[in-house]
């Protein structure tokens, strides 16, 4: 329910569920700019956004996965800057 987009647990405080969700994405959001930096500072100040509307939903992979997963659909959507397009295919 908190990553992979189940349906809450009954008797949960929902804003205490999206307050952890938030938090959640967020920590996910900090491994992947670490596994994948110029992916994250190719979208600069969206990264954040960026991330959390590709995983929000999604199960955790590992933050080499999740980043290798977002900068392929970003790829698809022509909207891989240069330097995380080196990054995706490596040396």
């Known amino acids: ?3 992979a987009g189940a ?9 205490r569920l999206d307050a952890t969700r938030a938090a959640l994405l967020r920590k996910r959001a900090g491994e992947v700019a670490r596994a994948w930096p110029s992916l994250a500072a190719s979208l600069g100040e969206r990264w954040p ?7 929000t939903g999604r199960s955790p992979k590992g933050a080499l996965r999740d980043g290798w997963d977002l900068a ?5 959507a ?4 240069p330097g995380a397009a080196a990054e995706l295919t490596g040396p």
């Not at 956004?49 to 995983?55: D, G, I, P, T």
């Not at 392929?72 to 698809?76: D, F, K, P, T």
């Not at 022509?78 to 800057?81: D, E, F, Q, Y």
Request: a neutral charge.
């Open 1 to 3: 329910a908190l990553v």
């Open 7 to 15: 349906p809450d647990p009954p008797g949960f405080d929902p804003h």
């Open 49 to 55: 956004a960026a991330f959390a509307a590709h995983a």
């Open 72 to 76: 392929r659909a970003l790829r698809a």
């Open 78 to 81: 022509n909207a891989l800057g």
